[in-house]
């Protein structure tokens, strides 16, 4: 069993039919690295920065951010890096951050207050640091950077004005930056966005679906909350309409979309992703094998007629049930 995940490293991600399926990596720290080059994915889908804001008082500059891109970017070869700006907040609070530079505690209800792309907005100067550190490791290789904790199309554009501003700034000062400047996306990840998904869309370069917090906000369920987490389930139909909302407004336009929550992870949701049309998934590196290979015996004229079936579903037990019992070729 382990030789053959082992020889599945070398073979592509690819349908029966032939359709190739991009298979991409999670990171959260650089440790990571070896385990993603081993794993077969062709590039980090999400590179989370939120470690290098970890277990420190004082903020990295840009010299140290860009030494830790530079690390990734240089790991990967030529294949692509997709690097998520600062998602700070919520739940992911950072002791050295809070006091310094934003209370993001204070709020009432902190996964509804000051976090993601708000807080950098807010305070621009961290959002101008970490662009130019990625534009500046951009010439390096493949990079594309990520908008976390999204909203509404206004953000996007803000985030866009900074971007551009940052990069006349480096050309001005002499830093050779590609012509045409890596691509700016966003992650959808709250139902405002899924549902917004059209206008947010003329603003991005492409999407990555995430799937943990866009169950969370949709069902209004925290995970780590014990008393309510059986009501976590990223098969409610509530879930899954947003996500094909989302995917359809990309597909249109011709926009890249990945998905890359947990369930990018998961070989049994494979034929209802990509029967919804994503073609880019973005896991734990530690997935992918189990991922490829469940790729690999598909077809995606039955994923489509399966995607199709689950999405008439309303009875979330239903999907459950559907999913649980997909077989090759049953459709
Ligand atoms: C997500 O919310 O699905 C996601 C990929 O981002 P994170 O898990 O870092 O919040
Ligand atoms: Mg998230």
Not at 25 to 36: G, V
Not at 197 to 220: H, K, P, Q, S, V
Not at 249 to 254: K, N, S, Y
Not at 267 to 287: D, K, Q
Request: glycine content about 6%; charged content about 25%.
């Amino acid at each position: 069993e382990r030789t053959k995940l082992a020889k599945l490293r070398r073979l592509p991600a690819v349908t029966t039919d032939g359709e190739l399926v991009e298979l991409q990596a999670n990171l959260e720290i650089p440790a990571e690295l070896p385990l993603i080059a081993q794993s077969g994915a062709i590039g980090i889908g999400l590179l989370r920065t939120e470690f290098l804001f970890m277990g420190r008082e004082d903020l990295p500059d840009e010299e140290a951010q860009l030494i830790a891109y530079t690390q990734v970017v240089e790991a990967m070869g030529g294949d692509p890096v997709t690097i998520r700006v600062l998602d700070w907040g919520g739940e992911k609070d950072m002791q050295a951050l809070s006091e310094g530079v934003a209370p993001t505690h204070s709020g009432p209800n902190p996964a509804l207050g000051l976090r993601g792309l708000r807080l950098l907005l807010k305070r621009p100067e961290l959002l101008e640091a970490q662009f130019a550190a990625i534009l500046r490791v951009s010439e390096r290789g493949k990079v594309r950077i990520l908008l976390p904790m999204v909203t509404n199309p206004s953000e996007v554009k803000a985030a866009r004005d900074i971007y551009e501003r940052v990069a006349r700034r480096l050309r001005r000062k002499g830093v050779t930056l590609p012509e045409k400047l890596p691509e700016l996306g966003v992650m959808i990840e709250t139902p405002g966005a899924a549902l917004a998904a059209d206008a947010i869309a003329l603003e991005a370069d492409f999407f990555a679906i995430g799937t943990n917090d866009l169950a969370m906000y949709t069902l209004a369920v925290d995970r780590a909350e014990a008393e309510v987490s059986h009501l976590y389930d990223s098969l409610h139909p509530a879930v899954l309409r947003l996500m094909q909302f989302a995917t359809e407004a990309a597909l249109r336009l011709r926009m890249p979309v990945s998905v890359c929550g947990e369930m990018a992870g998961n070989p049994r949701l494979v034929p209802l992703l990509l029967g919804l049309g994503i073609r880019c998934l973005s896991m734990n590196a530690s997935a992918i094998p189990r991922v490829k290979q469940a790729v690999r015996a598909l077809d995606i004229a039955d994923c489509a007629r399966f995607a199709r079936r689950v999405m008439e579903q309303s009875d979330p037990a239903r999907i459950h049930e559907l999913v649980l019992n997909f077989e090759t070729g049953s459709e």
